[in-house]
Every structure is written in C-alpha cells, then in structure tokens.
C-alpha cells in the first residue's frame, strides 16, 4: 500500500513563500513519477507542477514558472514544492500524486494512481 503525506500548507501573505513536502511511504519511490496539483473551490483539480522518477525532467504550469519549483529526495522518500512569490490566486488545497513507473512526469490526474490527502494553501492579499 502506497500512502502519500503532505505537509506545509498554511496561510500566507502575498508575496510570501510556502515549501510543501509530500512523504511517500513504500520502498520504490526513486522509481515513481510524481506531480503536484491543485484544486479551488468550485474548479476543476489542476496540474501545478511534475517531476520524472529521476528528478532530471520537471514540467511546470505557465501560471506557476518562474515561481515554484518541485524537487524530490529519493533518499527520503520526499517530493518538495518550493512555492515563492505566491498570489492570492494561488489559493487552493494541493495535492501530491504518485505513479509507479514512467518515463516522465503527467499533466493529466487520471495518469496518477496514488494521492495524498491534501494540504490547504492560503493567500492573502
């Protein structure tokens, strides 16, 4: 059974910055791909940001680039989401999702087998 952990959520001022992890229990992390999403009220989950099981290939959101940045620690069974500069548009609960196996990372929920519970995130202007 794979379980995903987030932590980091909380409520910040605009402009602020927010370092989310998502630990992943289980023995083969290195070998899963991983994203970050998210999801506001009343609109549909969305990609935020992925990573390849290696950590070499990582995709961003056009309205997070330049300003978040995902990374993973194989070694501790983590994926991080540095999130700087944050809008009040940010606002949303994030999710980390995991999937065994790939090449790369996804866009698309459906590719993802595995998700945490999720950590809400605030923006305040």
């Known amino acids: 059974q794979v379980q995903l952990v987030e932590s980091g959520g909380g409520l910040v001022q605009a402009g602020g910055s927010l370092r989310l992890s998502c630990e992943v229990s289980?023995?083969?992390?290195?070998?899963?791909?991983m994203g970050w999403f998210r999801q506001a009220p009343g609109k549909e989950r969305e990609f935020v940001a992925g990573v390849s099981w290696s950590g070499e290939t990582r995709g961003y959101a056009d309205s997070v680039k330049g300003r978040f940045t995902i990374s993973r620690d194989n070694a501790k069974n983590t994926v991080y989401l540095q999130m700087n500069s944050l809008k009040p548009e940010d606002t949303a609960v994030y999710y980390c999702?995991?999937?065994?196996?790939?090449?790369?990372?996804?866009?698309?929920?459906?590719?993802?087998?595995?998700w945490g519970q999720g950590t809400q995130v605030t923006v305040s202007s």
């Open positions: 999702a995991a999937r065994m196996g790939g090449t790369y990372y996804y866009i698309q929920p459906r590719m993802y087998g595995y």
């Open positions: 289980g023995r083969t992390f290195s070998t899963y791909s």
